[in-house]
């Protein structure tokens, strides 16, 4: 079955890029799904951040404002997420996720999950 | 932007309860609402996809009803393993969002 796992640094300093990378393993990157970035600061909700698919279409979270860039790479199934400018309000576990495309059409919503890494925005 | 109301934000509840959660969007997003469960540490996990169907593995005492804007989550016989926290989301088209989630605690 699918997973998905997180990496990249635990900290970035302020007004810098955060640059985390999502590995799928155990299915196709290729298949009919969509591939998100979520995140959640300490203590609070969920934020959707943007979608990818494997031909590497997107859509972002406008609040964003644009910081937010999000790549596929097929020949290593992995998913990236790049946010700059960042802030001590971009301190967050940021999540990875499979949309996965139901065969009557839509989705069944975020079926698996990456098991989250925390980055903390700091000097 | 599709913003998405939940309520309550806690509920305390006793082992056997029935509990029902509600979520509302604030314009129609048909059935595209799904339910998940968060436990400190971990990430969320789904429960309810397009608003009723219940996913792999999840145990029948979940349902889910509405469409529209309303929504609910019911747990029937809550459970020891059922005390977390949970979040509705509307998945409506290329754009996702997140209720403010409810606590179910311990009574």
């Known amino acids: 079955q699918v997973q998905l796992q997180e990496s990249g640094p635990g900290l970035v300093k302020p007004s810098g890029t955060l640059s985390l990378t999502c590995a799928v393993s155990?299915?196709?990157?290729?298949?009919?799904?969509?591939w998100s970035w979520f995140r959640q600061p300490p203590g609070k909700g969920l934020e959707w951040l943007g979608e990818?698919?494997?031909?590497?279409?997107?859509n972002y979270n406008p609040s964003l404002r644009g910081r937010v860039t999000i790549s596929v790479d097929n020949s290593q199934s992995q998913i990236s997420l790049k946010l700059s400018s960042v802030t001590a309000a971009d301190t967050a576990v940021y999540y990875c996720?499979?949309?996965?495309?139901?065969?009557?059409?839509?989705?069944?919503?975020?079926?698996?999950w990456g098991q989250g890494t925390m980055v903390t925005v700091s000097s | 932007d599709i913003q998405m109301t939940q309520s309550p934000s806690t509920l305390s509840a006793s082992v056997g309860d029935t509990v029902t959660i509600t979520c509302r969007a604030s314009q129609s997003i048909s059935r595209w609402l799904a339910w998940y469960q968060q436990k400190p540490g971990k990430a969320p996990k789904l429960l309810i996809y397009k608003a009723s169907s219940l996913e792999s593995g999840v145990p029948s005492r979940f349902s889910g009803s509405g469409s529209g804007t309303e929504f609910t989550l019911t747990i029937s016989g809550l459970q020891p393993d059922d005390f977390a926290t949970y979040y509705c989301q509307q998945y409506n088209g290329h754009s996702k969002t997140f209720g403010q989630g409810t606590k179910v605690e311990i009574k």
């Open positions: 155990g299915g196709s990157i290729s298949s009919s799904s969509w």
């Open positions: 996720a499979r949309e996965d495309i139901l065969p009557t059409g839509g989705t069944s919503a975020f079926d698996v």
């Open positions: 990818i698919n494997h031909s590497g279409s997107t």
